[in-house]
């Protein structure tokens, strides 16, 4: 840390870093008193340099403390400001002391608050403690409370999560952050500028293919997007690779027999490829009736799958609708090649629209908002598990506000470009919602081994299942070490009312105060009784925000760009019957020009890392030794894994880059 110095006399040096966070400079003035492990302390000094503007946003300043004559180690600081200047408002980062003469021995003082008026705070070394641990009772409930009035519940999608009434002005984007989201969309508004539109519509693929001939990049789905080996893909490692599951019957409302699929099973029966777990099957039934704008009407489709002998998945056919009906054909890859093209796009169309809704905002940047309001208001910031939490919300209530006001206000950009319009989406938020439980959906090994598919030798190639589980797995070894570190003693865990009142919060049902989130590990009368409930909890929750956020998020340029590989929308009559299509078909099915540059803008921005890889933390909050040496070791063990997706990547036949650790964010921000 480097900075200006006060005093050129003194065996203590602090360093007080302020945060980078819109608002967090002050000119008030600011003192601070050091404790020693005996109860002595310095007289209070005025950290202020000669000649210098201190504690600016994302300033470090130094000032040397007088030696006093028997002081000791320091154990605690003293610090307040007053309400002098324009803008007084302060929030500080953290506070380091270095001991002179012992120049590499640094102690940290992480504060992470906005620092009030004439308010006396008292810090502990590496301020992390349970509740029933902490000295400064008073202090803690005070801020608590504050904190609950500041973090209140809204509910802006009827049955959907909750969200944050109003963002703290801490919780906004720093100004080079959304400086770069405001230019990169402006570079792209121009870059569509420069392709130019001749007329509305497209008059062939090949017409929409060359607008990634320019300047916009092109999508890694382009020249593979009608193969029926990519489709098959799509379902292992595309944007939504948690739909795949092992069939063992065929459902009775799935129209297809015997006789239309065994020709394609490899001289297996379909009973014989049943039983050898060679047919799997993705169901979107959570897509049946959805209401939507202007009455529309979305699929919801069925698809079978099946291993052939070269341990390759292959389409085997697609239902776009859940019950059998005359007007309700299944479609075979042997179907005229127009018509099955249009099936699989109309599956992609649902697929897209359950990826929307339900993974990329329903279960990563809303239901996280719940947890991060929810761990606001019940857990303080010198609770370990805050601190632990904390790097996996960073900006995740901005972009939150930002994604509600750009694409999910009505007649945004959901109406405008989603089959669904805002009407459909929100109902399938709510729909999807009251199915996710954190100890079965968000426990990543768990949710993949309820599908069948965990094993290998079952699914041999399942890009999204090897990296996720690997990283999640570090994840939880990471989580493991600290919650035991914090949880060592009989008592710890039924007397940290903090942690308690934050579980029973996230249950408790909306109208009674709460987030309404199912599957929280515990037990229903006494909560968290063991640290393994505790950390599978906290596991889930992170690797949530940071792996699966990852899986679903950052490939949508690739997979959305092109709309005929991964449709937002389909403008046409749904198909009813099985008659030749043509090209034409397939283009009065596409958006217009206009829209189509509407989705290839949101793509490009929606798929840009805006934060450092995971374990990369922006703000740090845990200095406890053993905190610090967790932390050391996740990134070791991120380091490895990283190594060990690259080589995968080598190999494989499609490269699924998205969960190397290295591209991977800490958060749910963009």
């Known amino acids: 840390m480097g900075g200006a110095v006060a005093r050129i006399t003194g065996e203590h040096i602090v360093y007080v870093r302020t945060g980078d966070r819109k608002g967090a400079g002050t000119d008030a003035n600011v003192f601070m008193i050091l404790h020693d492990e005996e109860g002595t302390k310095t007289p209070a000094m005025k950290l202020n340099s000669f000649l210098r503007n201190d504690h600016e946003r994302g300033d470090t300043g130094s000032y040397y403390f007088p030696k006093i004559e ?17 803008a007084d408002d302060w929030f500080v980062d953290r506070v380091a002391l270095e001991y002179r003469k012992e120049k590499k021995l640094k102690v940290y003082f992480p504060i992470n608050r906005w620092i009030k008026p004439n308010k006396r705070y008292i810090f502990k070394l590496y301020d992390c403690s349970l509740p029933q641990e902490d000295e400064h009772q008073q202090q803690r409930s005070e801020e608590l409370a504050e904190k609950k009035q500041l973090y209140e519940y809204t509910q802006n999608i009827e049955g959907g999560p909750v969200q944050i009434k109003a963002i703290p002005e801490g919780e906004n984007f720093t100004d080079q952050y959304s400086w770069d989201i405001k230019s990169m969309s ?3 508004k121009l870059d569509a500028k420069l392709i130019g539109l001749t007329s509305d519509k497209w008059e062939s693929l090949q017409d929409l293919k060359n607008i990634f001939k320019l300047s916009l990049s092109e999508p890694s789905c382009l020249p593979r997007w009608n193969d029926d080996k990519w489709f098959a893909v799509q379902r292992v490692q595309g944007l939504n690779p948690i739909s795949i599951q092992l069939c063992l019957e065929i ?3 799935f129209g297809v027999n015997v006789f239309e699929l065994e020709p394609m099973l490899e001289n297996l029966t379909l009973r014989e490829a049943l039983d050898a777990h060679r047919i799997f099957i993705v169901d979107l039934k959570v897509l049946k009736n959805l209401p939507c704008k202007d009455d529309r009407t979305i699929c919801a489709p069925l698809a079978l799958f099946f291993l052939n002998k070269n341990k390759e998945l292959v389409p ?7 019950d059998k009906a005359p007007d309700n054909p299944v479609f075979f890859p042997t179907d005229p090649p127009y018509t099955w093209m249009l099936a699989k796009m109309f599956f992609n169309n649902a697929d897209a629209t359950y990826h929307r809704a339900c993974l990329a905002i329903g279960r990563t940047h809303l239901m996280m908002e719940s947890v991060w309001v929810c761990t606001n208001r019940n857990l303080s910031p010198s609770h370990p598990l805050f601190k632990l939490l904390a790097p996996h919300f960073y900006f995740l209530l901005a972009v939150n506000s930002m994604i509600m006001e750009k694409f999910m206000a009505m007649g945004g950009w959901v109406d405008r470009v989603m089959t669904i319009g805002m009407r459909g989406l929100c109902s399938l938020i709510a729909r999807g919602f009251r199915e996710w439980k954190i100890d079965r959906d968000l426990n990543i090994p768990r949710e993949i081994e309820s599908r069948g598919v965990m094993d290998p030798e ?7 299942r090897d990296d996720a589980v690997d990283v999640y797995k570090a994840i939880h070894n990471y989580v493991s070490r600290i919650v035991k570190h914090h949880y060592g ?7 940290d009312t903090e942690l308690q009142n934050w579980r029973e919060e996230l249950m408790k049902p909306r109208e009674e105060g709460g987030c309404h989130i199912m599957g929280v590990p515990g037990d229903h009368q006494l909560g968290f009784t063991n640290v393994e409930e505790i950390i599978e909890t906290l596991t889930a929750i992170i690797a949530n925000c940071s792996v699966f956020h990852a899986a679903v998020n950052f490939q949508q340029y690739d997979e ?23 090209e034409k078909d397939i283009l009065d099915q596409l958006p217009n020009k206009e829209t189509t540059f509407d989705v290839v803008l949101a793509m490009r921005m929606l798929s840009t890392k805006a ?3 995971l374990g990369d933390f922006e703000v740090r909050y845990l200095f406890d030794p053993s905190d610090v040496e967790a932390h050391r070791e996740f990134v070791e063990e991120l380091k490895n894994i990283s190594e060990k997706i690259k080589k995968r990547n080598e190999t494989r036949k499609c490269a699924y880059t998205w969960l190397d650790p290295e591209i991977i964010p800490n958060s749910v921000a963009i």
């Open 316 to 322: 085997l056919a697609v239902q776009l609708f859940q």
């Open 70 to 86: 028997g002081f000791g180690r320091v154990s605690k600081i003293e610090l307040w400001r007053d309400s002098f200047g324009l």
């Open 611 to 613: 934060t450092k890889s």
């Open 489 to 495: 003693k009989d008592g710890q865990i039924s007397e």
């Open 560 to 582: 959305c760009s092109f709309p005929p590989n991964y449709p937002q929308s389909m403008r046409g009559v749904i198909l009813r019957d099985k008659r030749p299509r043509t």
């Open 458 to 464: 079952v699914l041999p190639y399942y890009p999204y």
């Open 186 to 188: 402006t570079k792209l």
């Open 251 to 253: 459902p009775e409302n």
